[in-house]
């Protein structure tokens, strides 16, 4: 169908559907009304029968669809990180990612994806960093709209998140953040304005923390002038979960829904409100009807036909998950040990070869049904007898959910001891919140959960056991009791049982494959004051920690005698996560000194970087290549043996740049008195270290493939630029062409040059090819706070096109 012909059934459907939401809004009660827009339990908002309105639910995000199940048994597809998704560089691939994420969502019922996250990376100690995408907001909005169009497209809603500047984790729940109008609106405000106008998201959620006063979910300049007054964002407004604090305050400020349920400030406390004249019934009308769009669009409103009526063609999850992978991976060094020789011996080495970390944890967390490791992917494609493997080095220094070797189910007791209901325990961690219990299982019935099952050690030796959460806890190993008391806090986070750092509470000697008893015993309490009701704890665990000297030198050992030595280093859960921020950017435990030892070794040493954010790597001189791997989602080891062995080319370009923490420049994520100031202003990430004139260990844009590039020319005419190269080497390749715009009479108050634009080609060797990068106006004009808008800086700016920020091979001037 023509665009034209097309825009105007879309508007003629948008006028339908509008009228519909105004006749169940027309046959709602104030007390309905303010039902609907409160959580009615963890993930969902109570149907409404009287307007046919089943109820509507929500799931995280954003690499997977976890669904209302904390289980393994209900398990996702999980795709890498965000931070890899923005390092293909490849709005097409986010969008079919999106796609595969709506079809996940149908299949678990859910119709609105919590995602996806579009805050920007301000300093490298986000410890949520992983689940952004980059530091550059341009190229953040770009995927981000992608992904937002491809979940939709499959008539799944979205919620944009977490509006705006939750860009660290300290003290997320009170920070004030304080940002100028100018670093706000070009760079975190950025992603959001171009998301809104490019893939018209369905809903936004609203962050925890204040920017410059208000909390953000009562932030009535931001929500309702800027975000649906300047932009026409027409969707819903979700607080991030237990974020709404005030019943008045939130509804002002243009929150429609609160999260989760039961007990929210709205439901009867905001009929209350409108009933003693504090609030004006029209805003809680505003409100539903925002939430009855969603309903009519996603297909809930009885009489409104939703925005997809016919689900896309079935996506391959797995396929999927293995090509955004590949295409992900940034080879940031080769001095020719890649793609590894056919016939070479390899000797794979580091405790994340063999239990990889394919995700981040927090909220975004999933279960696939099954994890590719390095060792998998590797043993599957390299021929029988040429691959040996060594731990090497253990990053794991604290204990981690006990998912190696267990197996345990919960079993629910009453005040009586009888059992009520059992359940299941994936990887020993218990997460039940509001109604979502066991079978047979209620909030008044429940007196104890016990993990209980079996432990079959692969190591013999002493293995440490604990626990992370609050309360009564009993822990029995081998029949005997090694811990019997009650685990109390005095922080106040309401997440802490979540995130809160692991306890160890007993040492066991045990013996490799044998297998003992085990049961840890909660006794479960509900506080007065808590939101909803949740029984969450954890079983963690350690295995032996054998001398990191005698780990190494096994490694060294077999680095010698294999032709390539593959290390694979890793951040642990205890290092990123949602929930706080790192303190450095090492990798944790002995790994520098394993790779050190493995490259002193093996001249043909090739380090695989299993990571969601940057970490430094101080050895990266000495080793022959360096492959960036991000979190790689479920099939990462089966994408890195296609990049490994050369069946396929590693695609990625970094989104972010990566440099030592002594270098970098916007270090500070800790609130002062509340407050943490954004005193950097619009400098960050590569803004900034071109700013202060530091070189990073790798440049934003970075990254290179198995073929070469000869730039040609790049000429702009009107707003279209267009760069010639040439693929120079002996492989068909696909380079992803950047171009920056910088002034060519510098600006102290702006960056030395920005990403405007990026396209991607792909070319036979000896072949030519043509990027054609679109400028948009935006990237020639500044926040003006004077007058409170754009203003479009005129003069002269050199267009630079090339392989990445410090490689720029192409340049031409042009007047604005
Ligand atoms: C996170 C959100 C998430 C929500 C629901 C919050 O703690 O900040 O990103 O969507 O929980 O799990």
Redesign the pocket.
Known sequence: MAQAAQQRTGEAADRAREAAVEAALGRLGLDAKTRLLSGQD??SLPPLPEIGLPSLV????PIGVRGVHWTADDPSVALPSPTALAATWDPGLARRAGVLLAQEARRKHVHVL??P?VNLHRSPLGG?HF?AYSEDPFLTGRIGAAYVTGVQSGGVGT?V??FVA?DAETD?FTVNNVVSDRALRELYLAPFEAIVENARPWGV?T??NSVNGPTMTEHRHLVNEVLRGEWGFDGFNVS????ARSTVGAVEGGLDVA??GPRTVYGEALARAVRDGDVAESAVDDAVRNVLRLAARVGLLEGAEPVVSEPPAPVDGEALAREIARRSFVLARNEGALPLPGGHRVALLGAAARDARVLGG???TVFPAHVVSPLDGLTAALPEGTLTYAVGADPNEELAVADKGFALRAVCRDAHGTVIGTGTAPNGHIQWMGDDLPEGVSHDALHSVELTGTFTPRESGPHTFGTRGLGAFTLTVDGQVRYDDVASTDTDDP?ISFFGAPVERARVELTAGRAYEVSLRHTVTFPEDAPMKVVTFTLVHQEPRRDPEELIAEAVEAARAADTAVVVVATTERVES??FDRRDLRLPGRQDDLVRAVAAANPNTVVVVNSGSPVELPWREEVAAVLLGWFPGQEGGAALADVLTGAHEPGGRLPTTWGSLQDAPVTRVTPADGELHYTEDVFIGYRAWEKEGRTPSYAFGHGLGYTDWTYESVEVAGSTATVRLRNSGERTGREVVQVYLAPVDPDPARPARWLAGFATVRAAPGESAEAVVELPRRAFEVWDTTTGAWRLVKGSYEVQAGRSLADRRVHTIIEA
């Open positions: 963890m993930w929500m799931s995280d995000g919590l995602a996250t949520r689940e919620t998140k977490h939750n997320r959620m962050a925890y991030d979960w237990t974020a999260m989760p927090g909220s975004a997440f949602e929930g």
